[in-house]
Structures are given as C-alpha cells and as structure tokens.
C-alpha cells in the first residue's frame, strides 16, 4: 500500500485528484496548505506528496526545501503547476522535487505520473534492502546471496573450515567454487598462511606435474634450475585444486599418495618431501561418470570427497539475483566512475527470466559490459546483450514434459493441452513467486497482469506463497 498526500489550497482541485486516483493500493490524504501538509507528513510519512507550488502561507517551494532539509527520508514529490509555469516546476526539480504536473492535466496522465513515481519508490526501497543484506552478508567475504540453497552452503563452509578435513567442490562453471575455497582458508586455523590455487585444466599435460611436485635442475630439457612446486609453495596452508576432474590418470595416483602420507619427490628427484597442506578440489564434471568411463580414480574421489560441496547454478536460485545485481552495479560503477546506482524494472524482469548458462560469472560480465557502455545513470534494457533481450521463457522445456507426454497418451488433444499449458504456469508463476520472495503485488508487475487476476489464477492452480518456500504478504 502506497501513500499520498495531496496539498491544494483548492478544495475542486483536491477533491479531482483524489477521485482520479482512487484505487485499492493507495491510501489518500490532503492538506489545504503548507503547514498543516509539514505536520502531515511528519505525522503520516507519505510516500508520495503532489504539491502545489501556489498557495497562500507557507508556499510549495518553501516547503520543498523544508522537507529536503530538515527530513532524513523525505517523501517523492510532485509539484504541480498553471500551465505555462514549467520553468518554475524546473527549479522544484533543481532543490528535489521528483516530476511535475501542469494544469490542467488529464486524468490518465496523472495516473502514469504516480505510478512510475510508486515504481521509483519501490525501487529505491528494494535498493536499501539489498543494501543492508549485503552488509549483513560480509560476513562471507566475497560470497553474495541469502537463498535456502546459499544459506546451505554457507552452513557446510562453518561447519568444515576449523578443521583439516578435505573438500570437494561441485558445480558448473562460473558458481563461485574458488570463492568458497578462499571463504573455506579465510575461516581455517591455516588462514595466516598461503592459499596456493592450481587450475589442472589449464596447463598442458607435460607441465602439471612440474608445476604440481616442482623439478630439480636438469629434469627435464630447459630445467636450468631447482623449482618448487605448488604444494612446496602451499606448506602450512591449503592447496587448492581446480577442475580436479582433467588430471591424467599418472597425476591421479602421485596425487592418491600426497593424500595419504603427505610426500612427494620432485621431478628428477629421489628425496622424499613432507608437506603439511590442507587440500580442497573443485570440478564441474560428475566424478562418478568419469569413474565409470575410466578416466577418473575411484579411490582419489573417496579421498577428495571426504565433504562435498554443491554449489547450485543461478537458475536455481533466482532469488538472489536482484541481490547479485546490486552487488555488481555498485562494484563495477565504482571501478569505471560512472554514477549508476540501479537498474530498471524492465531490465531486472529480462534478469530474472534469463536462464543463465553461464551463472553468476557471466551475470558479473553482463553488468560490467552494461556499466561500461551505458551513458545513463540506470541500467535499461537498451545496456543488456541480445542474447537476454532475445530469450524468452517460453523456448524453455518444461521439465516433465516427457512424463506428461506418456501420461496423456490416451487424452483427446484439447485434454493434452489443457494439461500442459496449466503445468506451465504452475512452474512459470512459482517461479516469478520465488524471484520476488512471494511479493504478490511485485510478481503481479513481473508478469503484466493486475493483482487481482494474479490472485484469482494462484486460487485455480492451487499455488500459495507459503507452499513454495515463501511467506505470503
């Protein structure tokens, strides 16, 4: 419910406005001038305010500045003018004011003045929320998110990082799993000393193990000195190894034997090293597919997996991204110097409905590119690629689609379609439910469609806030 407050010295005028803007999510009330508007707000903290600038006492401009001045939260406002008067409405701008209205005005104009001042306002509202749940998330470093499945992993990561025990992380790329490495070390008992990180993807297979065990001179042709290997390098600290799942099956077992008596020989060495190193692996592929195909260790992957972490893809936590796209506008407009401090609805809709194959790694360069090229002080639609404005959530497969193909084998066409088509805006509508915390009005805006319609189609699918992980409104 948003409230209005309407200052008009003119009993006609007041009584137009409030006709025209009479609707169930609006609370209206009026003053006949300034100063009884200046207790007003103070008394009932407005969220909108039309105001008119010519009134007898204390004058709308006068008032203006008082409420700039004088209010930590001052409500928007909207000045409301005679026509031919915009250069003063200019100035109201100028010391704060939000929009401004000329008389006389129309009455579908007035309505879409206020609702985009309504969407303002919830937007700078949702904006100081994600701003107190990321400050209330530094707690875990880099990581950003307050979703069941976050809220999961950050439980595990308490739990395993006082102690040494080995960690395997899953997950597709771009999840976070180097973060919750660094997040596993920050919190350990070895946090004073290194974390040495080894991508095993990105190297050739002859130079791993060399960058793994480290050589001695003249191992190998162009081995001019004794180097020291990643795990030398990671003593008294933690090793962590990316992408464990593309190591050879001959690094595989040198690796099996470092787990369990902690030695290792250099390349073109004799000399048996002990090391005391915390290890934490990382893999986007299932080491159980491997093991069957032959190209993974099944005794390494018991070793690695004493604890195992899965880090969920984006579009398994959608909740979290208005969050994320907070996180990443304030980060990357901080580093260009570009005074962007939001993104729009529309674009924040496009957000949510995109199905993100890249996860929070091509979210992160979405906004970067955006933040960038944009020459606005909001992200729009016009600043996302066309592979987000072009997605449609309707070219995604339902999941259950094959079952409920088999299931309607016997069904007339009508039956099969009625079926299907409901699925979909059960799963669609949950969806858009869960992405805006079970917000009925706000996922009623996402989708385009009045409250009570929403409403009215949760009741015939059967679908509540609260069934879907959500506390209703």
Known sequence: ?????????????????????????????????????????????????FLDLNMPGLKGMELLRRLHQELKNPPLIIVVTAYGSEKIAVEAIKKGAYDY?????????????TQ???????????????????????????????????????????????????????GENGTGKELVAREIH???????????????????????????????KGAFTGAGEQRKGKLEEAHGGTLFLDEIGDMTPDTQAKILRVLQDRTFERLGGNKSIHVDVRFIAATNKDLQEEIEKGNFREDLYYRIKVVDIHLPPL??????????????IKLFAGKYHKNIDSISAEASDKMLAY???????????????????????????????????QFTTEARPLPQLTDMLVQADNSSFKDAKRTYVREFERQFITEKLK??????????????????SLQQKLKELGISAREVGLEEE
Request: glycine share 4%.
């Open 315 to 328: 579009r398994e936590r959608l909740s979290d991204i208005p969050i994320l796209l907070h996180h990443f």
């Open 355 to 389: 199905h993100w194959p890249g996860n929070v790694r091509q979210l992160k360069n979405v906004i970067e590119k955006g933040i960038v090229l944009s020459t606005g002080t909001t992200l729009n639609l016009s600043d996302l690629p066309a592979e987000i404005l």
């Open 1 to 49: 419910m948003s409230v209005i407050l309407i200052v008009d010295d003119e009993r006609a005028a007041r009584f137009g406005m409030k006709k025209a803007l009479a609707h169930p999510e609006y609370i209206l009330y009026e003053a006949e001038d300034g100063e009884k508007a200046w207790a007003m707000i103070q008394e009932i903290k407005p969220d909108l305010v």
């Open 435 to 452: 992405a805006y915390q079970g917000n009925i009005s706000q996922t009623a805006q996402a989708l385009d469609m009045p409250r009570q």
């Open 186 to 216: 920050r919190r350990s008992q070895r946090v004073k000393e290194p974390l040495i990180a080894m991508n095993c993807a990105a190297l050739p297979e002859n130079l791993v193990e060399s960058e793994l065990f480290g050589h001695e």
């Open 101 to 113: 209205l000329a008389k006389p005005y129309e009455v579908d104009e007035l309505r879409i003045v």
């Open 116 to 170: 985009h001042a309504i969407d303002q306002l919830s937007l700078k509202r949702e904006n100081q929320r994600l701003r107190e749940e990321i400050r209330l998330r530094e707690g875990f470093g880099e990581m950003i998110g307050e979703s069941k499945a976050m809220q999961h992993v950050y439980d595990i990561i308490d739990k395993v990082a006082p102690t040494d025990v080995t960690v395997l992380l899953e």
